[in-house]
């Protein structure tokens, strides 16, 4: 029974970032737009600074994305019962680390691992 609450709870986590990242998705969107070159409406230090702000938009939209997928995953994990378990080794991933990040996919020693050179 506690597993189910458990289940949840994380599944409401998820879906509360998911629609979290989808209402920024639009802003991000108008900001990664084109920037105006014509240099009689802009100055060139402000053309650097939109194309600036464009670049940062831009990558903002690459980790969104690349976020909701990770979102997506979870819950597919969920769906299958998998959810929780680390890809690498499938033990359980600690509740303290989920809390923090809800679609970890790996405990936090395989983590530490992955991140070595």
């Known amino acids: 029974m506690e597993q189910k609450m458990d289940e949840a709870h994380f599944r409401r986590l998820l879906l509360l970032r998911r629609d979290e990242l989808l209402g920024l998705e639009q802003t991000g969107r108008d900001a990664a737009g084109t920037v105006e070159l014509d240099q009689s409406k802009v100055g060139r230090l402000s053309r650097m600074d939109a194309l600036q702000a464009q670049a940062m938009s831009q990558e903002g939209e690459r980790r969104r994305q690349l976020e909701l997928r990770r979102i997506d995953a979870a819950l597919a994990r969920l769906d299958s019962g998998d959810y929780g378990y680390c890809l690498e080794c499938d033990e359980p991933i ?14 936090i020693d395989c983590a530490s691992k992955a991140e070595q050179p």
Not at 94 to 107: I, S, W
Request: overall charge positive; proline content about 7%; charged content about 30%.
């Open 94 to 107: 600690a509740r303290r680390r989920l809390e923090l990040n809800p679609a970890a996919t790996l405990c």
